[in-house]
């Protein structure tokens, strides 16, 4: 457990030293969302009913940008063999690094949302729901993205299979978010959308380190 | 040398009881496959009654409902025969995945065209984000995922493994993803091909369809047999080739 | 007294059996030269060694038990040196070092691994700074902090001038003093005295390719 703490705060002390990194996805983040007003008009109308739906698209696809930071450069130059043979298992070295991971891709992005829901003159009683959907949703889109990651370590092109691989099985997670904050706008409960976020969290938990973990090994081979 | 022969027999037996096997099966699936499909077709199209709501245009039921079903199936046997491979390292599990991959990305697409073509008449429109439809258009999406990482890697083998388990991975996430987008279609309401529970069926319709099912299954069997079998038999020439280099 | 063997050994690579029916022991204190042709498995084997890698055929054991049955145990008492460094471009040699050092809880001997093989003096240096001996230099620091009691060394020498050489014979000497095990892939064999030698090239299976048609 211990050894899993050194490890969070070692990936997440070399993805800050790393700095440059970091802004891309959210500069992403921000600009393809700013795209949709200059696309369809800043008609407030029409930008509220679009905004949870763009807000999230965007988030997740500025998730998906960031993923190869996850496992390619340790299995490059070689601390992934490290990683794999040190005394923690490599289950809760994969939670470690994803949870850093997100720390620095998903963590922005939840505090940025509401300068973009402002933008995008979201209704102003959705605010709370956006920002649990994506504290609830980035965590399940980095899992589910480590898993990616993780079985395209070694591929050709492994940046745009990656995505080929992932987006089909973020539908669920976009869903859900978005229909959370939807539900909010009509004056409904936004609850029982955030447990089903909620328990794919959960299970994205238990499951993605394992399957990664498998995949690393395989990788490594 | 004791050791080489021990292991190329070893090796050899597998592939060799299933070519004998699959010479076998073939013939019988083949005919069995153009019957079913030439007589479910024959009663679909000409011999069964219209549907009195939605007249001929629900003929196309008989093409889109089997591709339907021989899709998520043939994605529940890949994964069924990842796990074999990944549990019982099962030399030719791996093989079968990736042979049935291609056929079920080929029957999502027919139910998805299929699909498409029936909405036109009874909708007005190629596409209205049915429920059903729009999780096949993700499957098939899995289904062009799989065969892309199989194919991203410079060592088969490698690639084989990492598609099985993304196979697997695929298909415990089908059934969220299947009910995520019944869930999201339900809060939008849009239109559906089918009223609840599906056209009202009559006998007329249900033997047909039961005969383009069994075409359909009939064919994939066919076709998956012969693929498996032609990347034994390129392995065995590529074993050869590589062996002939080594002198 | 501990012993380190594998029995009947076999390794695959994609569809060649690169060999097979390899036999090894090495006890405390000694020491085990891989040597043999480019292909013929030398990283494979230690990477096996490891337990990166499966055998094909074939058994590992620690004292007489086999390792498939402790992964864990047999992955805390190895130190692994590949052809990659592991190393951060961004980190100081200090941190490159005293992170996995500080994984097994044993920082205290990040000091003094940096000073057998003269690092000290570069201690604070990013590692993006180095020259590859430096490199390689590290990467052994590295494995002399963590200390277990089996080294998997592949090509430990590569770039690394005499005085460093010497630098490594010191502490290989003294690693095995201490108990230790060394397995190394090197084409320097001066580095290891009194040490078994496995030749890969023995082991080859002459239609190799054949006999691994699936």
Redesign the interface.
């Known amino acids: 457990m211990k050894t899993a703490l050194r490890l969070f705060r070692h990936d997440l002390g070399l993805q800050l030293r790393q700095g440059s990194d970091l802004v891309a996805p959210i500069a992403f983040f921000v600009l393809a969302t700013i795209f949709v007003p200059l696309a369809v008009g800043p008609e407030p109308n029409l930008l509220a009913k679009l905004a949870p739906g763009i807000i999230w698209v965007t988030a997740l696809l500025a998730t998906l940008l960031a993923l190869d930071r996850l496992f390619q450069r340790d299995f490059e130059d070689g601390s992934l063999d490290l990683l794999a043979l040190s005394p923690m298992p490599l289950e809760l070295a994969v939670l470690a690094k994803v949870t850093a991971h997100w720390a620095t891709t998903g963590l922005p992005l939840i505090i940025v949302a509401p300068l973009l829901g402002l933008m995008m003159r979201l209704d102003a009683g959705s605010y709370a729901a956006l920002e649990i959907s994506l504290l609830l949703g980035t965590p399940t889109l980095s899992l589910i993205g480590a898993v990616g990651a993780a079985v395209t370590l070694g591929a050709r092109r492994g940046g745009a299979l990656l995505a080929i691989l992932v987006l089909p099985l973020y539908v669920p997670v976009l869903i859900f978010a978005t229909s959370a904050v939807g539900a909010v706008a009509e004056g409904l409960p936004a609850r029982p959308h955030l447990l089903l976020l909620a328990s794919m969290l959960v299970l994205g938990i238990v499951l993605a380190p394992v399957v990664a973990a498998a995949a690393i090994r395989s990788a490594l081979e | 040398?004791a050791?080489?022969s021990r292991?190329?027999l070893h090796?050899?037996a597998?592939?060799a009881q299933f070519e004998r096997l699959a010479g076998a099966i073939m013939p019988w699936s083949t005919g069995l496959a153009v019957l079913l499909l030439g007589s479910g077709l024959y009663f679909g199209l000409f011999d069964s009654p219209p549907d009195y709501q939605q007249g001929d245009s629900v003929r196309i039921m008989y093409v889109h409902v089997p591709a339907a079903i021989m899709s998520e199936m043939v994605y529940y046997m890949m994964a069924a025969a990842a796990a074999a491979g990944i549990i019982w390292k099962h030399?030719l599990a791996d093989v079968f995945v990736k042979a049935a991959a291609p056929l079920g990305a080929i029957f999502t697409l027919i139910c998805l065209v299929a699909g498409s073509l029936w909405g036109r008449p009874t909708w007005g429109a190629y596409w209205v984000w049915d429920a059903r439809l729009t999780s096949e258009l993700?499957l098939f999406?899995?289904y062009?995922?799989y065969i892309?990482?199989v194919d991203?890697?410079?060592?088969?083998?490698?690639g084989l493994?990492?598609g099985a388990?993304?196979v697997?991975?695929?298909v415990?996430?089908l059934p969220?993803?299947k009910?995520?987008?019944y869930?999201?279609n339900s809060?939008h309401q849009t239109s559906s091909l089918f009223a609840k529970g599906g056209p009202s069926i009559a006998t007329g319709m249900l033997i047909p369809l039961l005969l383009m099912i069994g075409g359909f299954a009939f064919f994939f069997v066919s076709v998956v047999l012969l693929r498996v079998d032609s990347e034994?038999l390129a392995?065995?020439i590529?074993?050869?080739r590589?062996?002939a280099?080594?002198g | 007294m501990s012993r380190f063997t594998g029995s009947g050994i076999a390794c695959r690579r994609g569809h060649r059996v690169v060999f097979s029916g390899l036999d090894f022991t090495v006890e405390t204190g000694g020491a085990l030269v891989l040597v043999g042709p480019n292909g013929s498995g030398k990283s494979s084997l230690l990477r096996l060694m490891a337990g990166l890698l499966a055998p094909f055929a074939g058994k590992l054991a620690w004292d007489g038990l086999p390792v498939a049955d402790d992964p864990g145990a047999h992955r805390a008492r190895i130190a692994y040196l590949g052809h990659l460094d592991a190393i951060k471009p961004m980190l100081s040699v200090r941190e490159s070092i005293g992170f996995w050092a500080d994984l097994r809880d044993r920082a205290a001997w990040v000091q003094p691994a940096m000073d057998v093989l003269g690092l000290a003096d570069l201690a604070d240096l990013p590692a993006r700074f180095l020259s590859a001996g430096q490199r390689r230099r590290l990467a052994l620091a590295r494995v002399i902090a963590m200390a277990p009691p089996l080294w998997l060394l592949d090509e430990p020498t590569v770039g690394l001038d005499t005085r460093s050489i010497a630098a490594l014979e010191t502490a290989l000497a003294a690693h095995r003093r201490t108990g230790g095990i060394v397995v190394a892939a090197t084409h320097a064999p001066i580095l290891l005295p009194d040490a078994g030698r496995l030749d890969l090239a023995e082991f080859a299976l002459p239609q190799s390719a054949l006999a691994e048609a699936l």
């Open positions: 040398m050791t080489a292991f190329s090796r050899y597998n592939p030399a993700i999406f899995l062009l995922g892309a990482l991203a890697f410079d060592d088969p083998q490698r493994k990492f388990i993304w697997l991975v695929g415990v996430d969220i993803i009910f995520s987008v869930w999201w809060l034994l392995r065995r590529q074993a050869w590589t062996a280099g080594e």
